[in-house]
C-alpha cells in the first residue's frame, strides 16, 4: 500500500489544473483497467451510495471506495439537473474528495466534472477492446453531449479504423456542434433521420441521452446489425425491453452492483448479466466470443472509474506542482 505524506496540506485541484495534467486515454484505460482487476481481486473496495432524489433526472449522489494500490479512499459528490443545459451549465456538477487509506487524513479536492466524462468513456473503452469487433469502421452516437465527445476520442483510441459517425440528437445546436466538432477530429459525418437510420450501419452505437420528464425508451437493438456492440451510458434507459432477447451478450462493469440498480429499477437492463469488467480483466470471461455477436454494455458509472482517474491526476499533480495547497 502506498502511504502518502500527510503534512503538505489539502491539495486543490480546480477544473483547469485537473485539465492540465494532460492525461488522456493512454493513461486513463489503463488506469481504470487497474481498478476493476483490483475490484475482482479484492484489493479495492466500493461502500454504498447515498442519494437524495429531488425529481425526475434531478437528484445529489455520493459514491465512496478505495483503492490499495494507490493508497487512497475517496468520494465523488455530484448534483444532476436536467435542466442545466439550457442554463448553459452542465447536467452533472460533481467534486472529488481524496484520502490517505493508511492514516485517513484528507488529501485532495478536485474538480469532477472532467473526469465524469474522461472515466465514464475509460470505461466503455476497456469494455470495448473485449467486446466491439477489431475492424470496427462506423460509430453512432445518440446523444451529443460531453459524454458523446468523449466516446469519441476513448473508443477510437481502442478502435483506430473508426473513422464513419451517424449522430442523432434532440436538439438542433448541440447536434450540430458535435457533428462539427467530430468532422475537425477527423470523422466522415451524417446526420441520422431517426433511431433506426442510426443504428443500422453502426459497429459501435453509444446512447448518452439524458433523462427528462415524459422520457420514453426508443432504441431498439432488433434494429442493430449483427455483430455489433452498444453501449448503454444512460443507464440503459435509452433501450426497449423487448428487444433484449437480441442481445447474445449483456455485460456491466461490476455485476454486483449492476444487478442491485435493476433491482432498485435506476439501471434499466436484464439483471442476467452474463460478463462484467473484472472478469474479462482476469480472464475469467473472454468477452466476444463470435463475430456476429450483438452485445450490450450497460452501467450505470461507477466509482472506481472515478478514483482511478483522479488517483493519476492527484499523483500527476503533485509530481508537476499543479494546483493550490491549502492549510488543513
Not at 479512499?73 to 443545459?85: E, I, L, M, R, Y
Not at 470505461?123 to 470496427?136: N, T
Not at 465527445?149 to 442523432?168: D, E, G
Not at 420514453?216 to 434507459?237: E, H, N, Q, S, T
Amino acid at each position: 500500500m502506498t502511504s502518502h505524506a500527510p503534512d503538505d496540506g489539502l491539495l486543490y485541484l480546480s477544473r483547469g489544473d485537473v485539465e492540465a495534467a494532460r492525461l488522456g486515454p493512454a493513461e486513463l484505460i489503463p488506469a481504470v483497467e487497474r481498478a476493476f482487476a483490483a475490484l475482482a481481486a479484492g484489493r479495492a473496495r466500493v461502500g454504498s451510495k447515498g442519494r437524495v432524489q429531488i425529481a425526475t433526472g434531478y437528484f445529489f449522489q455520493s459514491l465512496t471506495g478505495t483503492l490499495d494500490e494507490s493508497g487512497l479512499a475517496g468520494t465523488k459528490w455530484f448534483g444532476v439537473s436536467p435542466d442545466n443545459p439550457a442554463r448553459g451549465l452542465p447536467n452533472v456538477s460533481a467534486l472529488i474528495a481524496l484520502n490517505d487509506l493508511e492514516s485517513g487524513l484528507p488529501l485532495a479536492v478536485m474538480d469532477g466534472n472532467w473526469i465524469t466524462g474522461a472515466r465514464t468513456a475509460a470505461v466503455s473503452a476497456a469494455a470495448a477492446k473485449r467486446l466491439a469487433a477489431e475492424d470496427a469502421a462506423s460509430c453512432a452516437f445518440i446523444g451529443c453531449g460531453v459524454q458523446a465527445r468523449s466516446h469519441a476520442a476513448y473508443l477510437r483510441h481502442i478502435r483506430p479504423r473508426l473513422t464513419h459517425a451517424a449522430v442523432l440528437g434532440r436538439g438542433a445546436a448541440s447536434r450540430d456542434a458535435f457533428a462539427g466538432w467530430l468532422r475537425e477530429e477527423g470523422w466522415q459525418v451524417r446526420l441520422a433521420a431517426d433511431a433506426e437510420d442510426a443504428l443500422s450501419a453502426a459497429d459501435i452505437a453509444v446512447s448518452t441521452v439524458p433523462e427528462y420528464e415524459g422520457w420514453r425508451a426508443f432504441l431498439d437493438p432488433v434494429r442493430l446489425k449483427a455483430g455489433a456492440l452498444a453501449i448503454g451510458v444512460d443507464l440503459g434507459r435509452s433501450w426497449l425491453p423487448s428487444g433484449y432477447p437480441a442481445f447474445d451478450l449483456v455485460a456491466t462493469d461490476d455485476a454486483q452492483e449492476s444487478r442491485g440498480l435493476v433491482a432498485q429499477n435506476r439501471l434499466k437492463a436484464t439483471p442476467g448479466f452474463g460478463a462484467d469488467l473484472g472478469a474479462m480483466l482476469t480472464g475469467k470471461h473472454p468477452g466476444r466470443r463470435a463475430a456476429r455477436e450483438r452485445i450490450w454494455f450497460v452501467f450505470a458509472g461507477h466509482v472506481l472509474g472515478d478514483l482511478a482517474a483522479a488517483a493519476a491526476i492527484y499523483q500527476r499533480a503533485t509530481a508537476t506542482g499543479l494546483g493550490t495547497r491549502l492549510p488543513r
